[in-house]
Each structure stands twice: as C-alpha cells, then as structure tokens.
C-alpha cells in the first residue's frame, strides 16, 4: 500500500504547531503509521514565519513569555527552552549549567519566540524522521490547489502547484498560511515613502528619513510596534498614530493565569441551557467582576466613554485592577469561544462585529506595560501623537502625503506605514493569492462573518455544496468565521492539535495492553 503524504501550505507558527502536534500524536500511538510530509514555505526560515521573523528586540510579544508555547498541554515549553539559552554557557563548578536569571520583563522580543519556533520546528521534524516519516521542505509558495484522482488507496489525490511551476501530490493537505495581508485601505501601493507591509519591522523602516514626519495608519498592536521601532532609530521623528475608532489595546496586568470556575462553570450553564446572547455573556463577566470588586462598566469606562490614548494608558498604569480582571476573564473564556459565538443569533454576531469587536480585542489582547510607559514617554516628549477619525489619505503634489479627518482637519506628513494588522475578508486577498484562487474555483467559499467555511469540529473545508472535504484543513485566521478568535498563538495551537488528531487513522490507535 503505497505510504500516505501531508502537505503543509505556509511554514510559519501554524504550521510549526501541527507538525509538533502531530509527531506527539504519533509518537504516543502503537501502529502509528506515519505519513510523509511536505512543507511549502517562501520566506527566509521554516518556523517563525513573518509574525515572529527576525526583528527589532523593541518588537515585543503581547503575552509574558510564560503563556508562549506552540503546546498548551505543556504551557513553560517556551519558557524553558528561553532559560535554557544563556544557562548553558553558564556552567558552574563541574560544568553543571547554572539556573537563568529571570527576565527583567515578562515581556520578550517576538523574535525570540520566532527562534524558538524554529527550534521546534527543526526538532519535530527530526522526531517525525525517528518516527519512519521524512518532512521535505519547499521554499516556494503554493499557487494553486486542485483534486484529481489517482491518490493513495484509489481515493483522490490533491495536487499543488508551486510559484516556480513544480507540481506535488499529497493525500491529506493543511492551509497555515496566515493572515490575509493588511488592506491597502487608501490605495497607496507603490507610492513613494508608503510602506505596506511593516514586518519586518527593520527591513521595512529603514528606508523612512530619521526626519520624517510619519503617519502610522492603525492604532493596534502592530501600529505600536512601528511607532516604537521608529522611534528608537530617529531621534528627530514626529509619529502620529491614526484610525478611525482612535482606541488603543488596553495595558496588560498580570493578575495571575487562574481559571476562574466560578466563569467557566457559567458558560458551560449558558450552553446547556441553549442561553447564549451577549446580554447573558456580558451579565455572565459583570457578576465575575463584581466579585472582584469591580464591574464591566468600570472595566470598560475607557472605552465607552472615549478616553483619549494617553488618558487611557495613565489611568491603567494607576488603577490596573478593573482592566486587568476584565482581561483575565476575555482570557478565561478562550475555550468556549467557539461554541459561544456558533450559539449567538447571527443577528447578534454581525453587530458585535460591528460595534463591540474592537473593544474586545483591546482586552483579549493588550500590550505590555512596558511598551504603554514607551508611548506615554513619546507623547510626553512631543515626539508621538494619536488622531481618531481619520477619513482618507492621498499622495501630495509635491511629495508626500494628505491626511484627511473627521471633523475637517487635514495633515501632511513624509511618509506613510500601514499597519492596520490582519484582516480575515477574503475579498482582501491577493487576486493572485492561493486564498483568492481557491474561492474563484469554489473550493473556499467566503464565510459572511469573515474567513471560509469550515467544519467546526475537525476543521475540514466545506465547499460549496456544504460538505466537508475529508481531507483539506486549515489552521488560523481562514477558520475565524466558524470560531470567532483564532489568531493567538494559543488558539493557533489548539486547532493544530485537533487537525493532527484527525490525521492519525483511527485503526492504528491501539491499546498498548492489547499488542503482544
């Protein structure tokens, strides 16, 4: 019988993820019968991806470094493997290594963790080989999907079809390729001093002058880390960060990582009772909060009352309670994010979207304390501004750029850095993309609330007739319709480990009190 074979579309995080879930799943199973594997990867490295490629150290991760694994069965992987980096140079008598001294922050660079993934990148595909499966690796990108018949056991075989032109076949194919590139929101590409895609931070603003006045369009997390950077390489900057909301992510506080039952125990009661709206979800949160002493309305009063940036950020460096148990409980949640939002109407689910959605990402994913007393520095020094109601951009006559504002105002500014962060519109995509191509050929069929259709519990496409393809998946941002939040590392994790248990044939799980 002829050995089965995997592709994986997009060699990052995700792909990092399944490929150590998989050899886990394997590893722990009798007659594992392990397919070959090959990974499609255009960019410099196989395991960070463009989120965590090499980078500016100022670039910091959102989450302390203690909550980083690509395993959430084992949460300190990542940070072992950190400690582990200067403990072993640091022998002691004997040449026993010494224990690492903690951190000064809880908050390490995004590409720190991108070597890491790269580590067990590597190492995974070494326990795969141990475990009778080779991982090729593919530096080109995937162009184009299609099915043809002649696969492995006379079922159909997906064939992929690379940049270069060269053609693959694979029995069982996983999409990780990302998020869809930031919207050109203005229709800036190719005008001079316009950068479209900022990661990697230092390849792509070193060309920015260290005198320019710079607009930064977003206001998110991506947009803090072009402000930082720029601002560390130019002393002579004015950066303006400018969206239309003019909200900013909340500042992070560590108030433990706990689960809080009392939570969970009420979601699970709002799912078994078929109970689930956003009245009983924000009721479920205000009467966890209150039990803590404060309330959702405290908790959100930033946001619902408009603070501006710097308000916001001095308020919750000086009161951190309210915010940071209102994380703690968004963060709480994370398993039951998908069944609850699959739960609401839809009705309720599009307005959330509209009106509610940005509020919950600046809690479910805030930016570390240290980047907030960054900004506040910046703006105290003149040196960095924050501008809501940002309408429209266009090249200037004469060089340059003309931002135009809600309420009449316009500004010119040297250059221009798109970081409005990810988007799961299909539309958005490329037309030359894989995502696009899938979609005009109907394998992909858009999801209305964002990314593609997909089977919720095995992560299984489901093409236009509604049912799934029993053998293409995807992981991350392309499932986000289905499961409301999958861009986390975390979440990325959770779903490679359910695709990796879907590609370990059932007959080969065996008990190990039943083999001879």
């Known amino acids: 019988m002829k050995k089965r074979t995997i592709a994986v579309v997009g060699g990052g995080a995700a792909c990092t993820a399944f490929l150590a879930a998989y050899a886990r799943r394997l590893s722990g ?4 019968a392990a397919a070959d594997v090959i990974v499609f990867e255009p960019g410099k490295s196989f395991g960070p991806g463009i989120a965590y490629a090499e980078d500016a150290d100022t670039a910091l991760l959102n989450r302390p470094y203690s909550a980083m694994s690509v395993d959430y069965g084992d949460p300190g992987q990542f940070r072992r493997w950190l400690y582990r980096q200067t403990s072993a140079g640091e022998g002691g008598e004997g040449g026993e290594p010494q224990a690492r001294r903690t951190p000064r922050s809880h908050f390490v660079s995004r590409s720190l963790f991108g070597q890491y993934l790269e580590n067990v990148f590597c190492q995974s595909r070494e326990d795969l080989r141990l475990l009778g499966a080779q991982v090729t690796l593919v530096p080109s990108a995937v162009v184009d999907l299609a099915v043809e018949a002649g696969g492995a056991g006379g079922s159909d075989g997906h064939v992929l079809t690379t940049a270069d032109g060269e053609r693959f076949v694979a029995d069982e194919v996983v999409i990780a390729i990302g998020a869809i590139a930031p919207s050109d ?23 920015v002058d260290p005198s320019a006045e710079v607009l930064v369009l977003g206001a998110g997390l991506t947009a803090i880390d072009v402000a930082v950077v720029l601002a560390e390489a130019g002393q002579e900057r004015r950066i303006t960060l400018a969206s239309r909301s003019g909200r900013i992510p909340d500042v992070r506080t560590d108030l433990g990582t706990g689960e809080l039952p009392e939570l969970l125990a009420g979601a699970r009661r709002l799912l078994a009772r078929g109970d689930v709206s956003m009245r009983s979800i924000h009721g479920l949160v205000d009467s966890t909060l209150r039990l803590s002493g404060t309330s959702m309305r405290e908790a959100l009063l ?21 915010g940071g148990l209102a994380q703690r409980c968004v963060g709480a949640l994370t398993p039951f994010y998908s069944e609850l939002w ?41 040196r960095l501004g924050f501008a809501r109601g940002i309408t429209h951009v266009t090249a200037a006559a004469g060089g340059g750029f003309t931002a135009t504002y809600a309420d009449g105002r316009t500004g010119h500014y040297d250059a221009v850095v798109n970081a409005v962060g990810r988007t799961n519109n299909t539309a958005a995509a490329s037309a030359s993309s894989l995502t696009s191509r899938m979609v005009r050929n109907g394998t992909f069929v858009s999801h209305p609330l964002g990314g593609i259709r997909v089977d919720p519990e095995t992560n299984q496409v489901r093409g236009s007739a509604g049912a799934a393809f029993p053998r293409l998946y995807v992981l991350g941002d392309l499932a986000s319709g289905e499961h409301f939040h999958v861009s986390s590392m975390e979440l990325v994790a959770r779903q490679a480990g359910k695709v990796a248990a879907q590609l370990v044939p059932a007959s080969d799980r065996l008990l190990v009190g039943a083999v001879a």
């Open 29 to 32: 199973d009798v007659a594992g």
């Open 342 to 382: 699959r739960a609401l109407p839809e009705a309720s689910r599009r307005l959330f979207l509209r009106d509610h959605y940005r509020t919950y990402n600046c809690l479910r994913n805030p930016m570390p304390v240290t980047n907030a007393h960054r900004l506040l520095g910046l703006h105290e020094e003149g």
């Open 185 to 207: 929101v203005y229709g800036l590409a190719g005008t001079a001093g316009f950068v479209a895609q900022p990661y990697p931070l230092v390849g792509s603003l070193n060309e």
């Open 302 to 322: 930033p946001y619902t009352d408009s603070w501006s940036a710097p308000e916001l950020m001095r308020h919750r460096l000086e009161n951190p309670l309210p």
